[in-house]
């Protein structure tokens, strides 16, 4: 047997037997030569799954982990949460400011205590929606006083935005005492010390010769309408009435609450009786204003001395 038959021999039953169990590929055979080619894809194969499986463990946790629907929700519950927190709080504090019925207070709690919630809420689902969308929050409000009714929730937040201010109208007029305590507040903080009255204190009174302030303006605007036919009658009427009831008058102290003109920011002295009131300048004594009426209106860190 030549060489050549040796080796094809050789060859022919390796392919029988399935290879050797160990060795490299042998240039010469064609079974043996395709076992390796197989085994090279498969490796390549196996790479190739390897790699893939790799990429979408590193990358795709970074799209998962995104819920832009989530983020954006929350950040409309957000926004519907300031409005209603930033009306509820203003309202309640404008009742307890004026005294005003329960109801209306009541009603802005709520919306301050629903905004409250809907603030958190939403700003927590926008972080979320962001990095976890898997990770949920309790909404404190919504489980417990509305037992977790999504539905009612929202209902309840939007009828209070739309009712407040019914609500608070209905509840002036069927309580317009407690309604004037609105515009009645300004009024009192005018006021120094109402009953802080002085004994004798018109009886003190020191009154300038000096000819009323701005006595042409003052006649025209109220001594032609009081029965005065010139401003020296009028000036002399002035300074009568103070005379006549001085003893007797109410008298208030308090700053002319204005920057302009010489008066601006005096004490002055109003007399009144008769339902007319004379304006004095308690530092000068020169008479600043006679008329009818008994308004207050300009003075500010008002207090009756008498």
């Known amino acids: 047997m030549t060489k050549n038959q040796t080796t094809k021999r050789m060859y022919s039953r390796m392919s029988t037997t399935g290879g ?146 019914w609500i608070v109208l209905f509840a002036e007029m069927i309580n317009p005492s407690k309604g004037n305590n609105t515009t009645n507040i300004s009024e009192k903080a005018k006021w120094k010390n109402e009953e802080a009255t002085v004994l004798g204190y018109g009886e003190q009174l020191k009154i300038s010769d000096q000819r009323m302030y701005q006595l042409g303006k003052h006649f025209n605007k109220h001594g032609r309408s009081m029965g005065f036919g010139s401003k020296k009658e009028y000036d002399a009427g002035a300074r009568a009435f103070i005379e006549e009831n001085k003893g007797t008058a109410e008298i208030f102290e308090g700053i002319w609450n204005s920057n302009r003109g010489d008066q601006g920011r005096q004490t002055q002295v109003i007399i009144r009786a008769g339902g007319k009131q004379a304006i004095i300048n308690k530092s000068t004594g020169q008479i600043i204003d006679f008329y009818e009426g008994t308004s207050l209106n300009g003075f500010i860190n008002i207090r009756k001395v008498q």
């Open 20 to 165: 050797p169990s160990t060795g490299g590929p042998q240039s010469n055979g064609r079974n043996n030569q395709s076992t390796y080619t197989s085994y090279q894809n498969y490796i390549a194969q196996a790479k190739a799954r390897t790699q893939r499986l790799v990429k979408r463990e590193l990358c795709t946790p970074d799209t998962e982990k995104v819920d832009l629907e989530r983020s954006l929700s929350g950040g409309a519950q957000f926004c519907r949460g300031a409005i209603v927190g930033m009306a509820g709080t203003a309202l309640a504090a404008a009742v307890v400011l004026s005294g005003g019925a329960l109801l209306p207070f009541f009603v802005g709690s709520s919306m301050a205590l629903i905004g409250a919630s809907d603030i958190t809420e939403g700003g927590f689902d926008i972080w979320y929606g962001l990095t976890d969308p898997s990770n949920d929050l309790l909404n404190l409000v919504k489980e417990y006083l509305f037992g977790g009714d999504e539905g009612l929730y929202n209902t309840t937040a939007y009828a209070l935005m739309l009712t407040a201010p």
